[in-house]
């Protein structure tokens, strides 16, 4: 199973940017997909999740600027950020939980992919 994340780059603040992630590879079903970021000399940490049934759930930093949706006939996760703020720059990271057979699952990662929001 594969995650390859696209859609980063360098914006002013207050402008808008999405990212993408799309999950390839041995699967049964994606159950869970979400993303997480980490700063310069932070900890990695949670931004939003989406269900297989596409609820959603946000950071509270994000909460109103951040939409998280997906597409499972793709079986790729979205995150439209709008309104950003140089206190979003991290490299983003994509992770979904994926069933590789009926039974059992598995977390796996994206290689990340870095937003730098300037002032």
């Known amino acids: 199973v594969q995650l390859q994340a696209s859609g980063g780059g360098l914006v002013q603040a207050g402008r808008s940017l999405t990212l993408s992630c799309a999950v390839s590879g041995n699967i049964f079903r994606v159950n869970t997909m979400g993303w997480y970021r980490q700063a310069p000399g932070k900890q990695r940490e949670f931004v939003a999740v989406?269900?297989?049934?596409?609820?959603?759930t946000y950071a509270e930093p994000v909460k109103g600027r951040f939409t998280i949706s997906r597409d499972n006939a793709k079986n790729t996760v979205y995150l439209r950020m709008n309104s950003l703020k140089p206190e979003d720059t991290a490299v983003y990271y994509c992770s979904a939980n994926v069933s590789p057979t009926p039974q059992g699952a598995e977390l796996y990662w994206g290689q990340g992919t870095q937003v730098t929001v300037s002032s």
């Open positions: 989406t269900t297989s049934g596409g609820a959603p």
